[in-house]
């Protein structure tokens, strides 16, 4: 992944010092935080990229999910987007393309800590359909300046950034 600008330089070195002082960064056991693989699942047209709405959390955000253990986050990033979008075909674009740290908040019986996140483009299969799963409430199509639900900033430049990326 090429580092453009200084806000993903610091993600990078955030990532890459949480690691160093953590050598279980990739199991959420790690209760300070944890490594996930995130996707930006495109449509076979570029056009737009899919969010869900997350169960857990109440908000619209991209596929993705922990590590637990998977060093390859690509992977992962692949795994968890086909598992909660139900879209079966789906391809995974190598390298990622965007970093971020975010803090999730404390439920029951998990207290707060970081998403040590590395994102991925997606790219979905011609006349594939989405069915979603128990983590979220609903899937939704997201373009660039269209009406409908709309994700947070951190979600939008993932988004924004896969879509240039395939124009």
Known sequence: MAITDEHQRSF????LGFCAEHPDALHRTCLSG???GSAAVVD?????????????LDRWLQPGGHADGQADLADVALKEATEETGIQGLEVVQPAIDLDVH?????????EHLHLDVRFVVVAPPNCASEGNHESHDLAWWAPDA??????ESTQR??????????
């Open 12 to 15: 990078r070195d955030q990532i």
């Open 34 to 36: 944890h490594l996930t």
């Open 44 to 56: 076979p047209g570029r056009r737009a990229a899919l969010i869900m709405h997350h169960v857990k």
């Open 103 to 111: 803090v999730i908040p404390a439920r029951p019986g998990e207290p």
């Open 147 to 152: 009406d409908g639900p709309e994700p947070d």
């Open 158 to 167: 993932l988004l924004r950034k896969a879509l240039a990326t395939l124009e």
